[in-house]
């Protein structure tokens, strides 16, 4: 009988990941009492295989990780696998995969064990009806009251993301939905040993919060601020590094990816800040209407995310997901044959302009965003959307810039109501001109019908702020400290 999983620790191993583990444990309470399906996703590199992994090896159930291969080599694989996990002398001989989940969940009923088959798209890949035939063993473990429990796991969101979607067939038979996403930003910084608040900054808009990346450089961490140029060099510039050309591989990876020369032009334009359709078309040569497919394969790879203008929801900006993606289009990109014989120190002397205002600017404001939804009360209210808008000066024809706004959950009938509006420096002393500008935008605001009279306004800086605004009671300062809790 397997352990139940209320007396399951999580392995010493695993570093945080509470909420992951903890809804993996609940999946496996009933274990050996009834049929369970789970999916769990997220991109690479993120510490799946090392979660679910560790789980069947408590449970002492059954994992099989799969690899690219044709349809042939990757069910005789699976048949030694589940064979060996069921204690057979031999491997199993399936003719088809039809054959192979059907004993898959006679094993599991029979010997009360979780089944966890992870990269399930590759063999998405090679025998397109698997989905149908999960679906079917799962609906008659069900109809039969017959224990068996599995999880599916996958790294290709864009497969992942259809599994249960729609029409189809496993849409409804999922009791775990799970998505493993990046550390956030203070995660990431204790993961990375860096105590220092603007080099944890500076880290974080390079490797961001994939923990397999401080694997791939050795546990090499940046020492203190004065080392930071030579980490750079020594792991992420060097042609040496596994993470030299880590960004290339995770667009490559994806399955729904074709002529990923264009794929890479459009992540191209907006990691330099063309953010709109508009903007990206043009950077990369095609017409708008040419690049919507491309825009939506990224999107559901989760390489790119789309964000409304919080106060024009027909206008939209795209971001670049993954900061390891950002730093490769804007620093490596551009100077790839001098990276590729070992010229990062030139490169990198020659880049850190461009670092610092389209790399480490914007990905500031970002963390200014997340940090909202790291500490929901700190404006006296829970959020119900934090984002970035422009605001319309018609008086002075100009357009001012929020870089966080954070609504109050909207109610019906009533108006929008917003609890702060703020401007994101990391560079610049923050003084009265930056709450001018915050100001302005609110009466802005209230004129057009929002509700603003317990809005605050938030300065986000990262290297201090003037003196004359510690009297200002409608204006919060928020530094390194602060944001890193």
Same mark, same amino acid.
Not at 29 to 42: D, I, K, P, Q, Y
Not at 424 to 430: E, I, P, W
């Given at each position: 009988?397997?352990?139940?999983? *209320? ?22 309470? @009933? ?35 799969? &690899? ?17 996990? *069921? ?41 397109? *009806?698997?989905?149908?035939? %999960? ?17 599916? $796991? ?6 992942? =993301? ?54 791939? %450089? ?5 020492? =203190? ?6 980490? %750079? ?23 729904? /990816?074709?002529?990923? +020369?264009?794929?890479?032009? !459009?992540? *191209? +334009?907006?990691?330099?800040? @063309?953010? &709109? ?6 950077? %990369? ?16 790879? $989760? ?13 939209? /900006?795209?971001? !670049?997901?993954?900061?390891? !993606? ?45 940090? /909202? ?15 970035? =808008?422009? /605001? ?59 509700? !603003? ?33």
């Amino acid at each position: 009988m397997p352990r139940r999983s *209320a007396l399951i620790a999580k392995p010493e191993k695993v570093f945080a990941r509470d909420f992951e583990w903890q809804a993996l444990a609940k999946f496996a309470a @009933n274990l050996g009492h009834t049929a369970r399906m789970g999916v769990v996703s997220g991109r690479r590199r993120q510490g799946k295989t090392l979660l679910i992994e560790s789980l069947a090896k408590e449970l002492g159930g059954f994992y099989f990780g799969a &690899t690219e291969a044709t349809e042939a080599e990757s069910l005789s694989m699976f048949s030694a696998a589940l064979a060996d996990h *069921a204690g057979e002398p031999h491997s199993f001989r399936f003719a088809n995969w039809d054959e192979a989940i059907r004993r898959l969940f006679a094993i599991s009923a029979e010997r009360r064990d979780l089944m966890v088959i992870d990269e399930f798209p590759y063999l998405c890949k090679g025998a397109p *009806a698997l989905p149908s035939i %999960v679906q079917r063993e799962i609906d008659r473990a069900i109809s039969r009251d017959a224990p068996a429990s599995l999880i599916l $796991c996958g790294s290709a969101m864009s497969v992942m =993301g259809r599994l249960l979607a729609g029409s189809a067939p496993l849409r409804g038979r999922a009791s775990l939905e799970l998505i493993v996403r990046p550390f956030d930003y203070r995660v990431a910084a204790e993961y990375w040993r860096v105590t220092d608040r603007r080099l944890a900054v500076k880290t974080h808009a390079i490797v961001g919060g994939s923990p397999a990346y401080r694997r791939f %450089v050795h546990e090499d961490t940046p020492e =203190g601020p004065d080392d930071f140029d030579d980490w %750079v060099l020594r792991t992420v510039l060097t042609p040496s590094s596994s993470l030299f050309r880590e960004a290339r591989y995770l667009l490559e990876e994806e399955a729904d /990816v074709r002529d990923s +020369a264009l794929y890479h032009s !459009v992540l *191209a +334009a907006v990691a330099h800040g @063309n953010g &709109t359709r508009g903007a990206i078309a043009a950077y %990369v040569g095609r017409k708008a209407a040419d690049i919507g497919h491309h825009l939506n394969v990224l999107e559901n790879s $989760c390489l790119l995310r789309r964000e409304p203008d919080v106060f024009r929801s027909s206008r939209s /900006v795209y971001r !670049v997901c993954e900061p390891l !993606v950002t730093f490769y289009h804007v620093i490596m990109r551009p100077r790839w044959s001098l990276l590729e014989v070992n010229r990062g120190a030139n490169v990198w002397e020659d880049s850190r302009g461009r670092f610092s205002d389209q790399v480490l600017g914007p990905h500031f404001e970002e963390m200014c965003r997340q940090f /909202v939804m790291l500490e929901p009360d700190f404006f006296g209210a829970l959020p119900g959307e934090v984002g970035s =808008g422009i /605001v319309t000066d018609p008086v002075r024809r100009e357009q001012i810039q929020i870089d966080v706004v954070v609504f109050a959950p909207a109610m019906p009938g009533e108006q929008r109501r917003i609890l702060s509006l703020g401007e994101v420096k990391l560079g610049k002393t923050m003084g009265p001109g930056h709450v001018a500008r915050l100001r302005r935008a609110r009466d802005l605001l209230d004129a057009k019908g929002y509700d !603003v009279r317990d809005t605050m306004l938030a300065c986000y800086g990262g290297a201090g702020f003037d003196g004359a605004l510690s009297g200002e009671r409608d204006v919060r300062a928020i530094g390194l400290d602060e944001l890193y809790g």
